[in-house]
T-cell receptor, first 115, second 119 residues
C-alpha cells in the first residue's frame, strides 16, 4: 500500500516568505508527527496530532510555526516569515495508533532552503 | 541531556566486514521502546526494528542482528558481511511511556551513525 507522502520534495524560498509543507499519512493511521532534521540539531520532534484532538505543539521552535490536520488525515505545516535557520528537512511520520509501542513510518521529507 | 547517544559519528568498512553500531539510551521509565531506522542517501527513514524494554532476547534478521542489554542501557546493531547497499545513516530512537509533555510515542533520536561500505 501507499506510504507516507510529502510535498513538495524541495522548496527554496526567500527569507521572510511564508511556506506550506504538506503531509499525507498512511490511510487508516490516526497519529501523525512532524519532525525536523538539521545539521546542527539532528532529528527533533515538532508537533503531534491524534485524530481530531488538539495537537501537542510542545516541540515547535517558535510561534512562526503552526500546523493543522484536516479531517484527521492530511496535515499542513506552515512556517511564517521564514528565517535562514529554518533550512532543514521536514519529516512527517504516521502510526496506526498513538503510543510508545507503535511504529512510526516516515515520508521522504521536504527539503527547505531559505535564502 | 541526550536521551539517546550514538557515539560513532562515522564508520567506514570494506565489503564483507562485520560492523557494530552502538546505541546507549537514558530513561527513568520501566516501560519503553527502542527503534532502529536506516536513512539511505534518498533521505527517507526506513524502519528496521522495534524492541520493548521487557524483551531482552537478541534478534536476528538475515544479516542484521540486535543486542539489547538493559544492564548497560545499550541497544547495539550489528551488520554481518556488510554490503555497499548498507551504506546509510543509521538512527537509534527511544520512545517512553511517561513523557514530560502529552505526546504519546514521540521519538527521541540519537545523532545517527554514517556507515560507508566500500567495495
Amino acid at each position: 500500500g501507499a506510504g507516507v507522502s510529502q510535498s513538495p520534495s524541495n522548496k527554496v524560498t526567500e527569507k521572510g516568505k511564508d511556506v506550506e509543507l504538506r503531509c499525507d499519512p498512511i490511510s487508516g493511521h490516526t497519529a501523525l508527527y512532524w519532525y525536523r532534521q538539521s545539521l546542527g540539531q539532528g532529528l527533533e520532534f515538532l508537533i503531534y496530532f491524534q485524530g481530531n484532538s488538539a495537537p501537542d505543539k510542545s516541540g515547535l521552535p517558535s510561534d512562526r510555526f503552526s500546523a493543522e490536520r484536516t479531517g484527521g488525515s492530511v496535515s499542513t505545516l506552515t512556517i511564517q516569515r521564514t528565517q535562514q535557520e529554518d533550512s532543514a528537512v521536514y519529516l512527517c511520520a504516521s502510526s496506526f495508533q498513538p503510543g510508545q509501542q507503535e511504529t512510526q513510518y516516515f515520508g521522504p521529507g521536504t527539503r527547505l532552503l531559505v535564502l | 541531556a541526550q536521551k539517546v547517544t550514538q557515539a560513532q559519528t562515522e564508520i567506514s568498512v570494506v565489503e564483507k566486514e562485520d560492523v557494530t553500531l552502538d546505541c546507549v539510551y537514558e530513561t527513568r521509565d520501566t516501560t519503553y521502546y527502542l527503534f532502529w531506522y536506516k536513512q539511505p542517501p534518498s533521505g527517507e527513514l526506513v524502519f528496521l526494528i522495534r524492541r520493548n524494554s521487557f524483551d531482552e532476547q537478541n534478534e536476528i534478521s538475515g544479516r542484521y542482528s540486535w543486542n539489547f542489554q538493559k544492564s548497560t542501557s545499550s541497544f547495539n546493531f550489528t551488520i554481518t558481511a556488510s554490503q555497499v547497499v548498507d551504506s546509510a545513516v543509521y538512527f537509534c530512537a527511544l520512545s517512553e511511556k511517561k513523557d514530560r509533555g502529552s505526546t504519546l510515542g514521540r521519538l527521541y533520536f540519537g545523532r545517527g551513525t554514517q556507515l560507508t561500505v566500500w567495495p
